[in-house]
């Protein structure tokens, strides 16, 4: 995807022109995430209320930080119970009002796992992929999910949040591939194509 740069200006430092730009820098990987960054764009673009400030759904539409932990060593993925989903994601979370997203991922991922976020080699401080998923359950609603890649040894993370999630697993990318569609995020096979094209290169 070839982005389109802005006349810098003085809202350039505001959060969602911050965030615009970090949409516009994804490279797209399929027709699916083509329509959904669209979607985002439009989104931000357009004025609405980006993050959550009620839970589970208000506003009906709001920002996550995923992050999907990789140990490179053992070409293995980090995949979690998410308990009120489930289903089996990548860690992660919404976005707080004002907050960057990466600061998101910082966040989490101390509070989720108990670990300094590194950001991947491959991508650095910004997101690999880009999903607009309905949520299942009760308080439905709309995730625009950023998905971040961090590096981390499997053998660093030896506890979890245990009041959000049930379990944790290490899987291959042929063992995520392998998975039924109904048990993970429903873009969790896409994405692992996605970051084999981006390891190969």
Known sequence: MTSTPHPPNAHDDHPRARLLRLVEAIDTWDDL????????????????????????????M????????LDDTRGQLLLVAHRKAGLWLPAGGHVEPDEDPWAAVVRECREELGIVATASSITG??????????????GTHTDVSLWYLLQADAGTITSYDRGEIDAIRWLTDEQVLREPDESLD???HRFTHKLRHARAR
């Open 125 to 138: 401080e910004l997101p690999l992929f880009l999903t607009v998923t309905k949520t299942r359950g009760p």
């Open 62 to 69: 709001h920002l996550v930080s995923y992050f999907v932990v």
């Open 33 to 60: 995430e083509r329509t959904h960054l669209d979607t985002a764009r439009q989104w931000i673009s357009g004025g609405a209320p980006l993050y959550r400030v009620r839970k589970p759904d208000v506003p009906a």
């Open 186 to 188: 429903p873009h969790m």
